[in-house]
């Protein structure tokens, strides 16, 4: 089945110790978007790759970066990881019309549980 | 920018009980809106959307929503919950186009015997 598959799902980091999170999908969604849900909240857009180009939020902190080198491909980087940077990190994908407005409906992965100590 | 509430942290209901979980958004102009479900240990899906046309909206599993614009609300339902029915349910919204799609804190259902 075509899906998006993140890893790993646990990740323990210590304070400071850069982590890198991956997301794959076998959708060729061309669109590719990070969420980050700390517990009890709402699931917060981090960033969100349209092909190749990278969309940041303004809120998003410098510590946390993107790189997609190919369609099926999406990784987070966390510089330096703070005790406030445990979380849920999901990876989405949707596709665009023949028009290139996005449908809406995201496609997401399982989630990558990230705690930091 | 646009936000979304969800009302009810965490609803209890025995099988058969009739559902209603309630979603308010912030933003008045052009949305469209969603109603997600994340069953236990898995991921995030689509349950039903709504773009125009009808505000009432059939989607998978029985469940529907109806948007009411003076309300700003897009209140999910169920006549009839199943055990299967516990998860966590979100409600999400966009501006329409390539706007972001924001998302509620969610609404944990537990469905008992």
């Keep these: 089945d075509a899906m998006v598959i993140q890893n790993p799902r646990y990740q323990v980091t210590q304070f400071g110790k850069p982590v890198t999170l991956s997301c794959s999908q076998t959708l060729n969604h061309n669109v590719m978007y990070w969420y980050q849900q700390k517990s009890s909240q709402a699931p917060k857009l981090l960033f969100h790759y349209y092909d190749k180009d990278f969309n940041n939020e303004a809120d998003t902190p410098d510590n946390f970066q993107s790189r997609r080198p190919n369609t099926s491909f999406c990784f987070l980087d966390i510089r330096s990881p703070g005790l406030g940077d445990t979380a849920m990190y999901l990876c989405a994908t949707s596709k665009t019309n023949t028009l290139g407005v996005r449908t809406g409906e995201l496609f997401f992965g399982e989630g990558s549980r990230l705690t930091v100590l | 920018a646009q936000s979304v509430s969800q009302h009810n942290h965490h609803v209890i209901l025995s099988e058969a009980a009739s559902l209603e979980l309630g979603c308010n958004y912030s933003y008045g102009g052009t949305v469209n809106l969603f109603w997600?479900?994340?069953?236990?240990?898995?991921?995030?899906?689509?349950?039903?959307?709504?773009?125009?046309?009808?505000?009432?909206?059939k989607g998978i599993k029985g469940f529907e929503a109806e948007f009411i614009k003076s309300k700003f609300s897009f209140n999910l339902r169920k006549p009839s919950v199943q055990w299967s029915d516990t998860a966590e349910y979100f409600c999400a919204v966009n501006s329409g186009g390539n706007t972001p799609l924001v998302f509620g804190k969610g609404t944990r259902l537990s469905v008992i015997a």
């Design chain 2, 36 to 57: 997600y479900v994340q069953y236990p240990g898995q991921h995030l899906q689509l349950l039903l959307k709504y773009f125009s046309g009808d505000p009432l909206v």
